[in-house]
């Protein structure tokens, strides 16, 4: 049985466009706040959680939804096409309100972009769950995590894209000297590359047809299904079981990692006296070592197994937490090592990232994808909602050196959890797989 490459890339397209999206919403929605609106850092930190906040009950009720869609396009393909328009026509409203105030500043201008932009968080998070599940939706389980592999590598792809254009249209020698930046040429890209990516899926992948063929697929290797309980069945105990560790696991790899992600730039500035730009690059570093892992690390679980790769993942990414600690204790300045360091975790993030989602999928049937999908979100969402709060807290009242201690312990809890986690691991050897999920690379 092999992987369809080609579609799999042409089925991360929508993931592709919502991580583009994203990374805009992160670099530019703050400096709006701030600079145009002179919102301070509270309230507008207070906006920008509100994505996470919000995606605790948008995801898994969206996720929910779309199993039950019977549209002619299929279950996710509605969501994915009226989420996509209506998040694009309620993104280029925000550009026009952000160079409207600072021309003639109103309250109803401010009013109305916070509106508009609670709105918008809404609409993409009724079609992400969706989106994410579409993927396992039109792939044999078995193969769940080298597709998956490939749908985090397209993610990565739209963020980079994002970033070529934003060093090329924002760069220092084309904004120095301006009052204000209007970010409507941006936004209209992003909105440009989210329809592309929508016309593109819509018109390649014909969902209730591979969604059929799953079923065939479901059908001829009942072994792989343990229950449907979107009809009314109960997944066995120890199943449960293991689901519940599980989303545990997932939620304290998440408090560990987030937490650095989080507050790293500020932990490197104030111990090790770090500039913003050699800490930043740590972080990027982290970013590119988990991107070229995607791939190969896919097709390592493929053979040893998701658990194990995610334990290995889960280990090495405790011990180098552990190890930023233990520099910090004999050196208070930047030294090159740590970029080492951050390709591991770059590895070891991808270890888990790329296995996790479909262990918790493999504990489903085909109907249900979507709200297991929705479990898998909110229990990550969770974690990235509460780790920033839950770490400043302890490094304002034990100092800064706390942060790596308080996501290697999280990290390595994961890995106790782990052990009660007996389900959901690439256990199935289908030795004869639908001739339409067998294709050449």
Same mark, same amino acid.
């Given at each position: ?44 930190g207070a906006i920008m959680a509100a994505d996470n906040v919000l995606a ?60 508009? /932009?609670?709105? *918008?968080? =809404?609409? #993409?998070? &009724?079609?992400?769950? +969706? @989106?994410? $599940? ?60 989210? /329809?592309?990516? *929508?016309? =593109?899926? #819509?018109? &390649?992948?014909?969902? +209730? @047809?591979? $969604? ?63 500039? *913003? ?165």
């Amino acid at each position: 049985m092999k992987l369809d490459t080609k579609r799999t890339v042409l089925v991360g397209m929508a993931f592709l466009s919502i991580c583009a999206f994203w990374q805009m919403y992160d670099s530019v929605v703050p400096l709006i706040l701030t600079n145009t609106f002179h919102m301070d850092e509270v309230f507008s930190g207070a906006i920008m959680a509100a994505d996470n906040v919000l995606a605790l009950f948008l995801l898994p009720l969206f996720g929910g939804l779309s199993d039950k869609c019977t549209s002619k396009l299929g279950r996710r393909k509605p969501f994915i096409l009226r989420g996509t328009l209506v998040a694009v026509c309620l993104m280029m409203v925000l550009p026009l309100l952000d160079n409207s105030y600072f021309a003639a500043p109103a309250g109803w201008k401010l009013a109305g972009f916070v509106v508009v /932009l609670g709105l *918008l968080l =809404v609409t #993409m998070g &009724t079609y992400r769950s +969706p @989106a994410v $599940a579409l993927m396992p939706d039109v792939t044999p389980k078995p193969l769940r995590s080298k597709a998956n592999a490939i749908i985090n590598l397209m993610g990565a792809v739209g963020g980079i894209i994002y970033l070529i254009i934003t060093s090329v249209l924002y760069s220092a020698g084309r904004t120095a000297g301006m009052a204000h930046v209007s970010y409507t040429l941006l936004f209209a890209i992003v909105a440009g590359i989210m /329809l592309l990516a *929508l016309v =593109v899926l #819509m018109t &390649t992948i014909d969902e +209730p @047809a591979l $969604a059929a063929k799953q079923a065939e697929y479901e059908a001829a290797h009942p072994e792989d299904v343990v229950a449907d309980t979107s009809a009314g069945g109960e997944l066995p105990a120890e199943v449960k079981r293991s689901l519940g560790f599980l989303l545990v696991s997932i939620s304290l790899w998440f408090f560990g990692y987030n937490a650095i992600s989080t507050w790293f730039t500020t932990y490197a500035s104030n111990v090790w006296n770090m500039p *913003l730009g050699s800490a930043t690059m740590c972080l990027t570093i982290a970013t590119a070592g988990a991107i070229v892992s995607y791939i190969p690390v896919g097709n390592i679980a493929s053979k040893v197994g998701r658990r194990k790769t995610i334990l290995f993942g889960v280990c090495l990414l405790s011990l180098s937490f552990f190890m930023g600690f233990v520099y910090t204790c004999f050196s208070s300045q930047f030294s090159p090592i740590l970029y080492i360091l951050f390709i591991c975790v770059g590895i070891a993030w991808a270890s888990i990232n790329v296995n996790s989602l479909p262990m918790v999928v493999e504990m489903c049937k085909g109907g249900e994808v979507g709200k297991f999908t929705g479990y898998y979100y909110t229990f990550s969402m969770a974690a990235q909602t509460l780790t920033p709060v839950v770490s400043g807290w302890l490094m304002q009242t034990f100092g800064y050196k706390v942060l790596f201690p308080y996501s290697a312990v999280a990290v390595a809890l994961a890995f106790v959890t782990m052990q009660f986690v007996k389900h959901g691991d690439t256990t199935c050897k289908v030795k004869k797989g639908l001739e339409a999920f067998d294709v050449d690379d």
